[in-house]
């Protein structure tokens, strides 16, 4: 499911089904609890799972436009949240932002290129 919480959103899945745990994914992070005694109710987490691993993330355009400016070259380490480029569409200009950490394997645009919806814009590693 997707959450928004304070205009940020979540993939979040939840996975009750493992005898006396719950495994609950958020961003790709898993956490195990255990259940407590009451009914719906979870102790705090007991170990925290390894992170997926995002080796081939793909960065697409949500939306047809113009690349106006782009921050990122091929190397750089990037943060969840950093500005990775800016998207011009519809009179906006819409920022590309990063969901997770990793390294730019790959710029596919640079700017004044125009971009449809579901291209590819930056690979991470």
Do not use: W
């Not at 006396?20 to 958020?26: D, I, L, Y």
């Not at 009451?38 to 355009?61: C, M, N, W, Y």
């Amino acid at each position: 499911m997707k959450l928004k919480i304070k205009e940020k959103e979540y993939d979040v899945e939840i996975d009750p089904g493992m005898g006396g745990q719950v495994k609950v994914v958020v961003n790709g992070n898993a956490y195990l609890f255990g259940k407590a005694g009451a009914a719906g109710e979870i102790s705090v987490p007991q170990t925290i799972l390894p992170k997926r691993d995002f080796s081939s993330k793909t960065i697409k355009a949500a939306l047809a436009g113009a690349i106006s400016e782009v921050f990122v070259k091929e190397g750089d380490l990037v943060k969840e949240g950093q500005k990775l480029l800016t998207l011009s569409a519809m009179k906006m200009e819409n920022e590309v932002v990063s969901e997770f950490v990793g390294k730019i394997k790959e710029v596919k645009v640079k700017q004044n290129d125009k971009v449809k919806e579901g291209d590819d814009l930056i690979l991470l590693a």
